[in-house]
């Protein structure tokens, strides 16, 4: 029988990614030998950022049942995101986005600080629309 303190500890980056991104969590425990996480993630892209979580702690996720649903009403409508070194409005855009191309998303809502795409400073805190 499968242990729901050790795998809650196996999958504990996945759990810390569940709350992080604001999932809202309806069921934790042991179903079927496995950990059963069941709840309802705020948009696709955190349900899948939820899931490479999952995978990389184990790709073949064999002891883990991961139902999430799609709840818009749970999606940030925006975040914050602090500039590191080596980034760009690109790079940035890749992360959030999936495609570098909408940079001029997070250029628009951060005009108040920035008055230049190609020019933003570690340390910075940008605002990153959903």
Same mark, same amino acid.
């Not at 649903?69 to 080596?86: F, K």
């Given at each position: 029988?499968?242990? !729901?303190?050790? @795998? &809650?500890? &196996? #999958?504990?980056?996945? @759990? =810390?990614?569940?709350?992080?991104?604001?999932?809202?969590?309806?069921?934790?425990?042991?179903?079927?030998?496995? @950990? #059963?996480?069941?709840?309802?993630?705020?948009?696709?892209?955190?349900?899948?950022?939820?899931?490479?979580?999952?995978?990389?702690?184990?790709?073949?996720?064999?002891?883990?049942?991961? =139902? !999430?649903?799609?709840?818009?009403? !749970?999606?940030?409508?925006?975040?914050? #995101?602090?500039?590191?070194?080596?980034?760009?409005?690109?790079?940035?855009? &890749?992360?959030? #986005?999936?495609?570098?191309?909408?940079?001029?998303?997070?250029?628009?809502?951060?005009?108040?600080? !920035?008055?230049?795409?190609?020019?933003? &400073?570690?340390?910075?805190?940008?605002?990153?629309? =959903?």
């Amino acid at each position: 029988m499968a242990d !729901l303190e050790q @795998l &809650k500890l &196996k #999958y504990g980056s996945v @759990l =810390n990614a569940i709350n992080q991104m604001g999932v809202r969590l309806t069921h934790v425990h042991v179903q079927d030998n496995k @950990l #059963y996480v069941e709840g309802a993630a705020g948009s696709e892209a955190i349900k899948n950022k939820i899931w490479d979580q999952a995978k990389l702690v184990d790709p073949s996720y064999s002891d883990l049942t991961l =139902n !999430l649903t799609i709840d818009p009403s !749970l999606a940030p409508t925006e975040q914050i #995101y602090t500039v590191a070194a080596g980034d760009s409005l690109s790079k940035i855009a &890749k992360h959030f #986005y999936g495609n570098a191309n909408e940079f001029m998303r997070i250029f628009e809502a951060n005009r108040d600080k !920035l008055t230049d795409p190609d020019k933003i &400073k570690v340390g910075q805190q940008l605002v990153i629309p =959903n």
